[in-house]
């Protein structure tokens, strides 16, 4: 199935949709990542098209119309991600993952660029290479530049390398004891004048608004927290695009998490 927005063809494209169904680089004991693309189109397709006397229409967002021209290119392997991206020649992309390693593929493909990271976790372990912990470790990005949001699980050695690297990260307390308004001037300090990549793990939402990933952890953001601040993100930076990665739908009751995913699409895409 396509995603039910896709109205366009490639040449025409302004966003390239593209499903990498592959957890090779999990080490979850709740597998089912590779399963997140279709299930992110399967809602799509349930919840944003009504049908009324034989004609159909689809859902549009808080922010207007869904106007943008978006092609699906459907899924493809992991190892086929770093090859296909310089031959979109600018067009914004859009991965929906599948575990997280995954976008190690995608940024070897933009070196030095800044990156503004949702997700529980760190993810740069740097014992041991190529699997969704080391994303930040693997990929060649500029750390100077980077920003983690949302942060609130991390390993010994991870906590040597932030410091090590300078990395900044934002926990979803400093939410509180700040504001929004300030979370964003970190992100706008951080990658101002670069070209911009939005990673966003699932796990980074409190599992209670997202249960369907592979690694939960208590004490998470809330959808608006983080729309709010992606939104500003792809208004006001030179973003070459985004990803969705980790949901895992044997564990999303009642599709929380995948309704969730779709939603933030579709916004990120006006």
Request: charged share 25%; proline share 5%.
């Amino acid at each position: 199935m396509k995603f039910v927005y896709a109205n366009s063809d490639l040449k025409r494209a302004e966003f390239v949709l593209i499903g990498v169904p592959d957890e090779s680089g999990s080490h979850s004991s709740r597998k089912g990542a590779k399963k997140g693309p279709d299930a992110i189109r399967n809602v799509a397709a349930e919840r944003c098209v009504f049908k009324r006397n034989g004609n159909y229409s689809l859902a549009q967002v808080s922010s207007g119309k869904i106007q943008k021209k978006i092609y699906d290119y459907g899924n493809i392997p992991k190892k086929k991600v770093s090859q296909l991206i310089p031959t979109l020649h600018g067009k914004k992309i859009i991965i929906l993952g599948g575990d997280h390693s995954i976008t190690t593929e995608v940024l070897s493909c933009f070196p030095h660029i800044a990156v503004v990271y949702f997700d529980a976790h760190p993810d740069i372990v740097f014992s041991e290479k190529r699997y969704y912990g080391s994303v930040l470790n693997d990929a060649p990005i500029d750390y100077k530049k980077s920003i983690l949001i949302g942060t609130r699980e991390s390993e010994v050695e991870e906590l040597d390398t932030l410091k090590k690297k300078s990395l900044q990260v934002i926990s979803p307390q400093d939410f509180y004891v700040h504001d929004l308004h300030w979370v964003w001037k970190q992100i706008a300090h951080k990658t101002k004048g670069k070209k911009v990549y939005i990673s966003l793990d699932l796990d980074v939402f409190d599992p209670s608004l997202a249960p369907g990933v592979s690694t939960p952890v208590p004490g998470g953001l809330d959808f608006n927290q983080v729309l709010f601040l992606m939104k500003r993100i792809m208004k006001e930076r030179d973003v070459v695009g985004f990803d969705i990665m980790e949901l895992t739908p044997k564990y999303d009751s009642d599709q929380k998490t995948a309704h969730l995913a779709v939603k933030l699409l579709l916004e990120m895409i006006v």
